[in-house]
């Protein structure tokens, strides 16, 4: 156990770990050791020796009064007034006698369990450390670099020294990665398993494209432009609600940036996913006016969810050139409206007199909802 302080030093610079925090992971292992070795029931304590940077191991025992139970109860570690005198007449009771333990007699079998233990809790509390990190940085954009794509088409990115997967599932539709390109994912999950660290990515959420405006955009990073809600359909479109305290900052434009500038540099990241950003209001009607844009709408008329598993719905009210605008390609427009507001859209189609005229056998009403789609893009 010579200058196990200096190996202490040198082992949490090599480590990259606080000396305070290797110091005590060698002291359980000591104590641990001892307990095996010498007597399970004693109360053992490890202390610093900073001039001989060396490692003490005690036995700490208490002084009592007679009648104390402890002194019946465990004999190792506490002793009555009576006895403890006859060491020292000054001792009193709650005193405590210490005696040096010597670890130089162990066995080697000892010594082995010993450095196989230090070795086990240094790893453990590395990873504990590193997990703590991550754990910190959950919801965040991480960056790394890629290191392995396997036939499943799972990613697998170095950061810290550490793989972390990023699944097929949360990567965007028709991207590829190839191994040593940098990646940048939010970091979806962090858990400790058997085999140390595990980390998941992910791309798809709708965290990430309020991450990369935050990094992206000064006013969001601030705070003085907030993001309410946001919508994904990954590698297609996205819809973003904004809002601003200050009158004097248009949160639109203000995330768009000159000529898109700041908008386009998101969209290249997401793999050309396009944007629509709206401005956010706590007014439903205006807010999923705004959220079903580029089609304009004639009204809207809010129903109350009927229970607490059901979304509430808005029927919207709109003439028959818009439906297509309102549904969108595949029906994006209309799912992303639904997702953003939390609303089930359905369309009230409004045939204009002169559809009427052109198509007299055209109904003057129907109804159009996400459900319905199918049926739609077969007309």
Known sequence: MEKILDIIELIAYEKGLQVSMVSQVVKDAI?????KEID???NYTVEEDLKERNFKLIHTIG???EDDPKVQEDPTNFIPLSKAITMDPDLKPGDEIKYELSLEDMSRSAVNTLFRDLEFNIQRTIEDQLFEKFKANLGKIITGVVIRVDDMQNTFIEIDEIRAILPLKNRIKGEKFAVGQTASC???HVGITKDGLHLELSRTTPKMLEELLALEVPEIKDGEVIIAKSARIPGDRAKIALYSNNPRIDPIGATVGVRGVRINA????????NIDCIEYSEVPEI???KAIAPANIISIKIQPAPDENTPPKAIINIMSDQKSKAIGKNGI????ASMLTGYD???VEIVSEKDKEENPDTPVASKVGIDALESLFKQ
Request: charge should be neutral; glycine fraction near 4%.
């Open 31 to 35: 104590i641990k050791m001892a307990k």
């Open 40 to 42: 399970e029931t004693i």
């Open 63 to 65: 002084v009592c009064e």
């Open 186 to 188: 939010i970091l979806k």
């Open 266 to 273: 998101v969209s290249k990241e997401l793999n050309g996913e």
């Open 287 to 289: 807010f999923i006016s």
């Open 333 to 336: 427009n209309i799912r992303l």
């Open 345 to 347: 859209i359905e369309l």
